[in-house]
T-cell receptor, first 112, second 109 residues
């Protein structure tokens, strides 16, 4: 693993199903983020974690949950998917307060 | 509230120069980032400004005026591969990133 990796890269999901998007980084960054990106709306923050063991809600947290059991992993769970959660999801990490964010390659999720 | 404004779309000609503006109103300021995002790909870091002035990095330069809440990204000698979206993001007082919606740059031959 080099950098930050997301899985799966794409998924078609039936409405009502539960789904976990995986995110792993090997840079030992403290802060990690989940964003969704929809056409014309830019990146919207779903949840974040400033350090292992802590999480916080972003701009659009409803319908999503996260956990941060260790430094490297930050999974995002959709408990019961709905079509409005169709989007591209990006995981990102930052190593220090003033540092830039590094992004995973994204997960394209379609809920039908 | 916190707000970042960028033009939605711009068009420029190969070989020319283009300036993409970003204005912001945020709760505190700890720096401004510019990212490039090609269609279907993840954003990648271009530049970071925390002090007023111009930062030059090859064909790309970024300018910041904190008193005006304003930044621009200047791209010189445009190439077709520069066709992408350019995202402006501000680090607020809590060191959280606030993102603009991005500017789609179209390069024509």
């Amino acid at each position: 693993i080099a950098g930050i990796t997301q899985a799966p890269t794409s998924q078609i999901l039936a409405a009502g199903r539960r789904m976990t998007l995986r995110c792993t980084q090997d840079m030992r960054h403290n802060a990690m983020y989940w964003y969704r990106q929809d056409l014309g709306l830019g990146l919207r923050l779903i949840h974040y974690s400033n350090t292992a063991g802590t999480t916080g809600k972003g701009e659009v947290p409803d319908g999503y949950s996260v956990s941060r059991a260790n430094t490297d992993d930050f999974p995002l769970t959709l408990a019961s998917a709905v079509p409005s959660q169709t989007s591209v999801y990006f995981c990102a990490s930052r190593g220090r307060e003033g540092g830039e964010a590094f992004f995973g390659q994204g997960t394209r999720l379609t809920v039908v | 509230g916190q707000n970042i404004d960028q033009p939605t779309e711009m068009t420029a000609t190969e070989g020319a120069i283009v300036q993409i503006n970003c204005t912001y109103q945020t709760s505190g300021f700890n720096g401004l980032f510019w990212y490039q995002q090609h269609a279907g790909e993840a954003p990648t870091f271009l530049s970071y400004n925390v002090l007023d002035g111009l930062e030059e990095k090859g064909r790309f330069s970024s300018f910041l005026s904190r008193s005006k809440g304003y930044s621009y990204l200047l791209l010189k000698e445009l190439q077709m591969k520069d066709s992408a979206s350019y995202l402006c993001a501000v680090l607020d007082s809590n060191y959280q990133l606030i993102w603009g919606a991005g500017t789609k740059l179209i390069i024509k031959p």
